[in-house]
Nanobody, 121 residues
Framework: QVQLVESGGGLVQAGGSLRLSCAAS????????KGWSRQAPGKQRELVAT???????NYADSVKGRFTISRDNVNSTVYLQMNGLKPEDTAVYYC???????????????WGQGTQVTVSS
């Protein structure tokens, strides 16, 4: 069974920082960590940041200059450093990755269960 597990969420005051991590476990043949999305109450899920295997990064306009995505290819972990947090960043944050469970399995996208980030004003 494959799992993506996020960690690092929590409660922080406006202007503060958090660092989210996403690690994979289970029967994994190959993995390509892709990025982070978030979903606030009553809103649609929003893509926050993505990163390619070559290191190219993209960010939602709402987080540019404040959030930084990175990945550790050795440990197949993806991170999201969040600085200058605002109350509107409050959401459940999800990581996702493309992976294969065996040499002959197709590539599938897996999502973590989410970690809550709450920013107080």
């Amino acid at each position: 069974q494959v799992q993506l597990v996020e960690s690092g969420g929590g409660l922080v005051q406006a202007g503060g920082s958090l660092r989210l991590s996403c690690a994979a476990s289970g029967n994994i043949f190959s993995i390509n960590p892709k990025g982070w999305s978030r979903q606030a109450p009553g809103k649609q899920r929003e893509l926050v940041a993505t990163i390619t295997s070559g290191g190219s990064k993209n960010y939602a306009d709402s987080v540019k200059g404040r959030f930084t995505i990175s990945r550790d290819n050795v440990n197949s972990t993806v991170y999201l450093q969040m600085n200058g947090l605002k109350p509107e960043d409050t959401a459940v944050y999800y990581c996702y990755a493309d992976l294969r469970t065996s040499r002959f399995a197709p590539v599938s996208t897996y999502w973590g269960q989410g970690t809550q980030v709450t920013v107080s004003s």
